[in-house]
């Protein structure tokens, strides 16, 4: 009869300590959720969160990429006309 006394607070105890550990994981969840999606509006514009900021940043990514391609092609067509400038020259010396 004790030793299921025992096992039974042990068990009550393990319980209380679950239920706090759970309550704690709800308000980190709903902590990290609050810093991914806006939960309200400011004077009609989107809180800053987290995930917007994201976003925002690979849409920058992208813009950037885009133009270090078009830089490329600019660079590439400078030096073909350069080299064509070059092979003139040569021909007109020869």
Do not use: C, W
């Amino acid at each position: 009869m004790r030793n299921s006394l025992e096992k039974a607070r042990e068990l009550l105890a393990t319980a209380k300590e679950t239920a706090l550990s759970r309550y704690a994981l709800t308000d980190d969840i709903s902590a990290l959720k609050d810093e991914l999606v806006p939960s309200e509006v400011v004077l009609g514009a989107e809180t800053k969160t987290l995930l917007g900021d994201l976003e925002s940043s690979h849409e920058k990514l992208e813009q950037l990429e885009q133009a270090r391609t078009y830089l490329r092609i600019v660079e590439r067509g400078l030096h073909l006309r350069f080299a064509l400038q070059a092979i003139r020259l040569r021909r007109l010396i020869i």
